[in-house]
């Protein structure tokens, strides 16, 4: 491979060894920094896109021209060997410096081969087959010239009208920051010089996940200790975990933006969490302080992000547009580029791109790692195992061996372009199983399979009605195929209905004419308002978008091939005015008291419940599990707590054990209940097993309203079971 003989000797030293290293790496760029000219520099801080895929609202068609004047320093939505390796060409042989190209991209639930959205992965749980997909991920995106990765996104949310939901771990923080931790070590690897690893990027910073009535883009305001306690942590961890790039939210946080916000992006980023890699803005973030009233132009909006600690300002030019001017009136000191500029060629050199820039075009690569047999194995597995069973009244499912006919019906069941969901990177619909195509596969000749689409997604339509209850009282079983359109989630899809869309209810209910034993397997991007269908199917299968083999994975599940053990990760409401609804929510004053059903003033509605329809953690198995012998004892300075978990059923199955802490009496006001634990196992049937946690003071300490997080002796509720509501508890003095 060609090497760049200009710059390589000034970086064959750079070391690969994790972002804090950087003495040998000073010295190199340096002398690359000394080379060259102001407008060299700030055309490394720029990020432009290609014209290969619309992320956002503004266009580049000179992106071209951009690389070839050596104004750009990194390039998104460009993929495949062929037109990386063309753009990096005009980088590493038309410019003066030769300075290779960074290439992003937003590979959120897969590359080619396309995984259940993040928030259907989290239902499962399962840590180790997330970090698996990702390292699939971030092999298929660099087989395909991809060295920058966009996700992962750890933003908390508790508002499903909000689309973006569909992208994150849910609503809990400690579980996102574990997940959020694994999917940067899937992207990142052992080592980032491999060419099959990617730099991962933590979205979006911050708090990007509270938008006010769940509206894209809207205005952030959370108090000091909210954001510490549950908003910031998985940013944290991600961090923690080695991240090599950050990305800005849109959002403001205290009446600053993040784009601009000093506090967030060096006071905290770099000063107190030691954050060495670079920080990118969002979508023209920089010029978008302009409308958020804080900046008069785009100079004075390129000011104050750089001041703030953007290093990359992503598709507005901002950056290239001013910072020249800002230098000569000495607004900014080249230090700052510098530093900027610096930040930027230690990613670029980690990931060997100086070594070889071509290192991820390579071809044969290209043929050979994408869409591979084991790729689909495991993105089934992961389909399978985020499916999350909500209802399954007289066993309806799993599908009885006397079935030799089942009627799929509704706008789902055999729709291609759906099952990707959104952010579907470089995904290919035909190439996606359908929940028809997998229950075919796996009927076989023996059971007969029709489908009926019934009525559309999202239209007043219902002339298909008749057809549909047609093919229900012909078939032994029913399955209705209902949700969202795959857009309907993601970013700018929010919803202020979060119903199931258009005539679909009115078709579970006309299709339960037939009185056939019927499952209704949903597919979309948030917690939908489903009590309607929860009162009136037996059975409900939430698949989410399960990706590229969604149908394959989902028939496993619904013949009993595999026990489905998925378990929510953001709470399901009765109705839309719930919302916000969380699990780990404070107990107020006056909260709900059973007892008391009729009292008046307590913190609740004249007109709903205040329990969820499903709750945090919940999820339905083929088989039951039962908990007893639940000890908590203080031991060497630790809870030490224990649990049996017996198979209850007929069925092997996997149960998801989860444990939750109340701090009864605080200094401030606590959660009434915090996940702080869980493991996944299999118990088998009739068998049980001993299950153990232990819990330091570190785990339960909190931030206080002076931002230091101590622990306060006291009294404690551990809670173990298998959701966050159906629980086992032990009260623990712990001093
Ligand atoms: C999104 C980011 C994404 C970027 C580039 C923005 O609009 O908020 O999450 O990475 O576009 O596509």
């Known amino acids: 491979m060609k090497k760049i003989q200009a710059i390589t000797a000034v970086f064959l030293f750079v070391a690969i060894s994790g972002w804090s290293q950087n003495v040998t790496e000073g010295i190199n760029i340096d002398s690359l920094l000394n080379e060259m000219s102001l407008i060299e520099k700030i055309g490394q801080l720029t990020l432009i896109t290609s014209d290969w895929d619309i992320t956002g609202p503004s266009l580049s068609n000179d992106y071209k021209e951009l690389i070839k004047a050596g104004k750009a320093g990194a390039v998104f939505n460009a993929y495949t060997v062929d037109f990386v390796r063309e753009l990096q060409k005009t980088a590493v042989e038309e410019t003066r410096l030769k300075i290779p190209l960074l290439f992003g991209y937003d590979v959120i639930h897969g590359h080619r081969t396309i995984f259940p959205i993040p928030l259907g992965q989290a239902a499962s749980w399962n840590l180790d087959l997330i970090r698996r997909s990702e390292s699939v991920a971030a092999s298929e995106a660099t087989a395909e010239g991809i060295n920058w990765i966009f996700a992962p996104m750890v933003d908390i949310s508790r ?187 230690i990613a670029k050199a980690k990931l060997g791109l100086f070594d070889d820039p071509y290192r991820y075009c390579n071809k044969k690569r290209e043929k050979t790692a994408i869409m591979t047999k084991d790729n689909r194995i495991l993105a089934r597995k992961l389909v399978r195992e985020s499916c999350v069973l909500l209802k399954n009244e007289n066993n309806t499912l799993p599908i009885p061996d006397n079935v030799k006919s089942i009627a799929i019906i509704g706008p789902l069941g055999d729709s291609k372009k759906d099952m990707l969901g959104n952010w579907i990177a470089a995904g290919e619909w035909d190439k996606c199983i359908t929940l028809k195509e997998g229950m075919v596969n796996r009927a076989g000749d023996l059971i007969k399979v029709t489908y009926n689409r019934g009525c559309g997604i999202d239209d007043a339509n219902t002339s298909g009605f008749e057809e549909a209850l047609k093919a229900a009282r012909n078939a032994d079983m029913v399955i209705l195929a209902l949700g969202e359109a795959g857009e309907m989630s993601g970013e700018a899809a929010s919803r202020t209905n979060i119903d199931l869309p258009g005539v679909q209810n009115q078709l579970a209910t006309m299709v339960m004419e037939a009185g056939k034993p019927t499952v209704a397997v949903l597919f979309n991007g948030r917690p939908l308002a489903i009590s309607q269908l929860q009162a009136s199917v037996p059975a409900i299968l939430e698949t989410w978008f399960g990706g590229t083999e969604a149908g394959n994975g989902i028939a496993d599940v619904l013949f009993g091939d595999y026990n489905p053990a998925g378990k929510l990760t953001m709470t399901f409401p009765q109705n839309l005015g719930q919302v916000p609804i969380y699990y780990n929510h404070k107990n107020t004053g006056r909260p709900l008291d059973p007892e008391r059903p009729d009292f008046k003033y307590l913190s609740k509605y004249i007109d709903s419940p205040n329990d969820p329809l499903y709750p945090f953690g919940y999820g339905l198995s083929y088989t039951t599990f039962k908990y007893d012998d639940l000890s908590a004892n203080v031991e060497g300075g630790q809870i030490q707590i224990s649990v049996n978990v017996a198979n209850t059923g007929n069925r092997d199955g996997e149960e998801v054990v989860q444990l939750y802490v109340q701090d009864k009496i605080g200094s401030i006001t606590r959660p009434v209940k915090e996940l702080k634990g869980f493991q996944k196992l299999m118990i088998k049937k009739g068998e049980s097993k001993t299950v153990q946690f232990t819990l330091t003071k570190d785990d339960l300490a909190f931030y206080h309203p002076d931002l230091t997080k101590s622990f306060e002796p006291g009294e404690f509720v551990v809670y173990v079971g298998g959701n966050s509501v159906e629980t086992i508890q032990k009260l623990v003095l712990f001093d």
Request: hydrophobic share 35%; with cysteine; proline share 3%.
């Open 159 to 345: 508002d499903p009208r909000w689309g973006r939901v569909s992208e994150g771990g849910g609503e809990d923080t400690w579980l996102t920051s574990k997940i959020g931790a694994t999917r940067v070590n899937g992207f990142q690897g052992e080592d980032l010089s491999s060419n099959s690893t990617a730099l991962a990027c933590v979205k979006h910073f911050a708090a990007y996940g509270a938008p006010e009535a769940g509206r894209e883009y809207n205005t952030v305001d959370i108090s000091t200790t909210s954001l510490f306690e549950s908003y910031l942590p998985p940013y944290k961890a991600g961090i923690d975990a080695g991240t090599g790039s950050v990305m800005t939210s849109f959002n403001e946080i205290n009446g600053q933006p993040s784009t601009s916000n000093k506090w967030l992006l060096t006071d905290l980023l770099r000063d107190q969490w030691d954050f060495k890699g670079f920080v990118v803005s969002d979508y023209t973030s920089i010029n978008e302080l302009v409308n958020h009233g804080v900046a008069e132009d785009e100079k004075s909006a390129a000011l104050l992000s750089l001041n703030a600690g953007v290093d990359m300002d992503m598709q507005g030019r901002a950056f290239l547009n001013n910072l020249e001017m800002l230098i000569a009136g000495d607004k900014i000191s080249m230090q700052q580029i510098d530093q900027a500029v610096r930040r930027i060629l």
